[in-house]
């Protein structure tokens, strides 16, 4: 599929706040000093060439989990996409503080750059806990839709995966259900124990313990490319 900035990124609509409370001095201090995590278009096809493996992680909130997965494998590049500035903020102060080199984020919505991406490029990647749009009429506003399935499967490699983490019981039964009508994507289980226990390659973030605490119960959805 021919994913073209025409057909594509001008359409896209955003719902919500990007922006929450006022930013402190130092979340400001983050953003000005840590431009050289921010991608620039000009030059983004660079990472392709200079990377083989590379997982992209869509809405990484405080960077918890993308920054420990840089932090852990050297070997991987990590492409981070997040449109709400505060999250962006404090993501941006943990790669300073560690110094990071095999990342870089994108601080907006991620359908804006899917055209950037060239086919096959991507080795995995993981949305968690997206936002689930529980209403109704809102169903046209969660992140996971048909089209959307359709832009990533062109990016990620053969046998590449997606992992999808969320503790919403309607967003559950969306999910599984979306996939099963979408067959290019192979549903990973083997038990029980697959769906309900974090994969070893995710990290605990604020929001899952902040889950657990209000008993409810995250579920974990990995799916591999055909």
Same mark, same amino acid.
């Given at each position: ?5 025409q057909?594509f ?27 050289k995590?921010?991608?620039?278009k000009d030059n983004f096809l ?5 990377h083989?493996?590379?997982i992209?992680?869509?809405g990484?909130?405080?960077?918890e989990?993308?920054?420990?997965s840089?932090?852990?494998?050297s ?8 449109p709400f ?5 404090k993501?941006?102060?943990?790669l300073?503080?560690?110094n990071l ?5 994108w601080p907006d919505?991620i359908?804006?750059?899917?055209y950037?991406?060239p086919?096959?490029s991507?080795s995995?990647?993981?949305i968690?806990f ?5 209403? =109704? @009429?809102? $169903? ?9 399935l !359709?832009? *990533?499967?062109?990016?990620? #490699?053969?046998?590449?995966t997606l992992?999808?983490?969320?503790d919403h019981d309607l967003? =559950? @039964?969306? $999910?599984?259900e979306k996939?099963?009508?979408y067959?290019?994507? !192979?549903w *990973?289980?083997?038990?029980? #124990? ?6 070893h390659d995710c990290f605990?973030?604020?929001y899952?313990?902040?889950?657990i ?5 995250p ?8």
């Open positions: 599929m021919n994913i073209t900035k057909n990124e001008d359409k896209i609509l955003f719902y919500g706040r990007r922006r929450g409370r006022k930013l402190s001095t130092s979340a400001k201090l983050a953003i000005s000093t840590g431009q995590y921010i991608i620039k660079n990472i392709f060439h200079e083989k493996n590379i992209l992680e869509i990484f909130g405080d960077g989990n993308l920054v420990n840089a932090k852990n494998n070997n991987f590049f990590y492409i981070g996409a997040d500035v505060n999250t962006t903020a993501c941006l102060s943990k300073l503080k560690f080199k095999n990342v870089v984020i919505d359908r804006k750059i899917l950037l991406f086919q096959n991507i995995e990647i993981k968690l997206p936002d689930p749009w529980p209403k =109704k @009429k809102h $169903i046209n506003r969660r992140l996971i839709q048909n089209d959307f !359709e832009k *990533i499967h062109s990016i990620i #490699k053969h046998k590449g992992t999808i983490a969320t967003l =559950k @039964k969306w $999910i599984l996939f099963q009508r067959t290019e994507f !192979e *990973i289980v083997e038990s029980s #124990k697959d769906w309900r226990f974090r994969p605990q973030t604020k899952e313990i902040k889950s605490i209000q008993l409810r119960k579920c974990w959805f990995t799916f591999k490319k055909k």
